[in-house]
């Protein structure tokens, strides 16, 4: 991963990376994942990315796994200026490790490289059997997207057909068990209303697919960078002139 020397333009190089991750992730929705490496930064708070990794792992159920710092807490070692930090990590699908595994450091003569290896046991019967077992993917509804319109409509409709538990509601017997179990279940059902309305009128997303960096702004952007890309196409690819360079301007 690039390096975080804190300014804003190695930051957005980090978010940048992060994002072609995504991307690969993206791409095998039903695979587990693990990346090990350099990730330039230490879990310990102090690094402006640590936040976006911690976001990654949580938005494709990863794991991000703790390091046994029992003989040496330090991956990366710079002798001529003294300094050492843990920034080699591995980042995982939570089903291939067990609870409380750690990565180990391994020192070794031989390395000459100023950073150590790292080691990380994995559940390789996860790793055979397991190919498109992972977590179920999780989708979220997109309401800025959504059919309102629809929606109430089916709605309305799937409301109407409801019972409504009078003697429940009306009921004044404290903790009356048998209204309860009514109220429970109309409950229930005015919550399956809601549900069934949401599908055909409301559009929904795996998580992760959409990137969490992507604005309003860049979705304008892209649409004109997909218009000026047209026009250009259109006027028979000009090298040279206005409309080339408003393509190269777009890019
Ligand atoms: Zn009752």
Same mark, same amino acid.
């Given at each position: 991963m690039p390096w975080d020397d804190g300014s804003i333009y190695q930051h957005d190089k980090y978010i940048f990376t992060i994002g072609c991750i995504q991307a690969v992730v993206d791409a095998h929705p039903n695979c587990n994942f693990l990346f090990g490496g350099d990730w330039n930064l230490c879990k310990n708070g102090c690094y402006s990315t640590e936040l976006c990794v911690r976001r990654f792992c949580t938005d494709n159920e990863l794991c991000w796994i703790d390091t046994c710092t029992d003989h040496i807490d330090y991956t990366y070692h710079n002798d001529t200026n003294d300094h050492y930090s843990l920034i080699d990590h591995f980042i995982c699908s939570a089903n291939l490790i067990g609870e409380g595994d750690k990565s180990a450091i391994m020192v070794d003569g031989l390395n000459t490289s100023d950073h150590f290896a790292i080691s990380l046991k994995i559940n390789l019967h996860t790793l055979l059997g397991g190919l498109g077992?992972?977590?179920?993917?999780?989708?979220?509804?997109? #309401?800025?997207?959504?059919?309102?319109?629809?929606?109430?409509?089916?709605? @309305?409709?799937?409301? @109407?057909? =409801? %019972?409504?538990?009078?003697?429940? =509601?009306?009921?004044?017997?404290?903790?009356?068990?048998?209204?309860?179990?009514?109220?429970? *279940?109309?409950?229930?059902?005015?919550?399956? *209303?809601?549900?069934?309305?949401?599908?055909?009128?409301?559009?929904?997303?795996?998580?992760?697919?959409?990137?969490? #960096? #992507?604005?309003?702004?860049?979705?304008?952007?892209?649409?004109? *960078?997909?218009?000026?890309? %047209?026009? #250009?196409?259109? @006027?028979?690819?000009?090298r040279s002139g206005e409309m080339q360079a408003k393509v190269q301007g777009s890019n």
């Open positions: 077992s992972s977590a179920p993917s999780i989708t979220k509804l997109r #309401w800025d997207r959504a059919n309102l319109q629809l929606y109430q409509s089916v709605c @309305a409709q799937s409301l @109407a057909s =409801l %019972d409504l538990p009078l003697d429940a =509601l009306l009921c004044t017997e404290r903790e009356c068990v048998k209204h309860n179990c009514d109220l429970d *279940c109309y409950y229930m059902d005015i919550v399956r *209303c809601l549900n069934t309305a949401s599908v055909p009128a409301v559009p929904r997303v795996k998580t992760g697919v959409e990137k969490h #960096w #992507w604005s309003q702004e860049l979705d304008e952007l892209k649409s004109q *960078c997909i218009e000026i890309t %047209d026009q #250009w196409r259109s @006027a028979g690819y000009p």
